[in-house]
Antibody, heavy 119, light 111 residues
Framework: EVQLVESGGGLVQPGGSLRLSCAAS????????MNWVRQAPGKGLEWVSY????????YYADSVKGRFTISRDNAKNSLYLQMNSLRAEDTAVYYC????????????WGQGTMVTVSS | QSVLTQPPSVSGAPGQRVTISCTGS?????????VHWYQQLPGTAPKLLIY???NRPSGVPDRFSGSKSGTSASLAISGLQAEDEADYYC???????????FGGGTKLTVL
């Protein structure tokens, strides 16, 4: 079964750091570009970051640029999001999502992991 | 303020047809980038509904269809069913932002 499972969420104080992980299974992880998308409580979807299959191309939303770092380990079938200098407005469910090879739509999503930034 | 504009809500009776619009600009939809649509049921992760403007992934009923013209796109749902009640999001790529952008989402209520 094709699956993405996020982990690493939790409660963190403003200014703190957190590292999210996304474990992929059921497909050739190294062939696909990956993304992080977040959703604040009661709000819509917000794209956060993109990484190509070989890590050669990386993009960030302006709202997280300079604070978040996306990375991947194809040998471990894993995607990561290192989040530093966290703010209250970063509170959200964070989803990892696979981009289709034939298009850039996100065809597989994880169940999400909740990140709460609060003192 | 989302880069792609969707109506906050739409509604329809069972069996009816509804459409959800997604309006962008010359740096995203108008630049020729594909539009994709997602369905998010309460408490669940989004699910891909339409990709490449009008293509349905395997398993998505043909009651769902997508189209694109100029700087806008639309999702049509025919033969409305109670289980279609969900939030719907459009997505595209924006060249000025160098990244994906989502619409603000549309809540569909089946009356």
């Amino acid at each position: 079964e094709v699956q993405l499972v996020e982990s690493g969420g939790g409660l963190v104080q403003p200014g703190g750091s957190l590292r999210l992980s996304c474990a992929a299974s059921g497909f050739t992880f190294s062939s696909y570009s990956m993304n992080w998308v977040r959703q604040a409580p009661g709000k819509g979807l917000e794209w956060v970051s993109y990484i190509s299959s070989s890590s050669s191309t990386i993009y960030y939303a302006d709202s997280v640029k300079g604070r978040f770092t996306i990375s991947r380990d194809n040998a471990k079938n894993s995607l990561y999001l290192q989040m530093n200098s966290l703010r209250a407005e970063d509170t959200a469910v964070y989803y990892c999502a696979r981009a289709m090879i034939v298009d850039d739509a996100f065809d597989i999503w994880g169940q999400g992991t909740m990140v709460t930034v609060s003192s | 303020q989302s880069v792609l504009t969707q109506p906050p809500s739409v509604s329809g009776a069972p069996g009816q047809r509804v459409t959800i619009s997604c309006t962008g600009s010359s740096s995203n939809i108008g630049a020729g980038y594909d539009v994709h649509w997602y369905q998010q049921l309460p408490g669940t992760a989004p699910k891909l509904l339409i990709y490449g403007n009008s293509n349905r992934p395997s398993g998505v009923p043909d009651r769902f269809s997508g189209s694109k013209s100029g700087t806008s796109a639309s999702l049509a749902i025919s033969g409305l069913q109670a289980e279609d009640e969900a939030d719907y999001y459009c997505q595209s790529y924006d060249s000025s932002l160098s990244g994906s952008v989502f619409g603000g989402g549309t809540k569909l209520t089946v009356l």
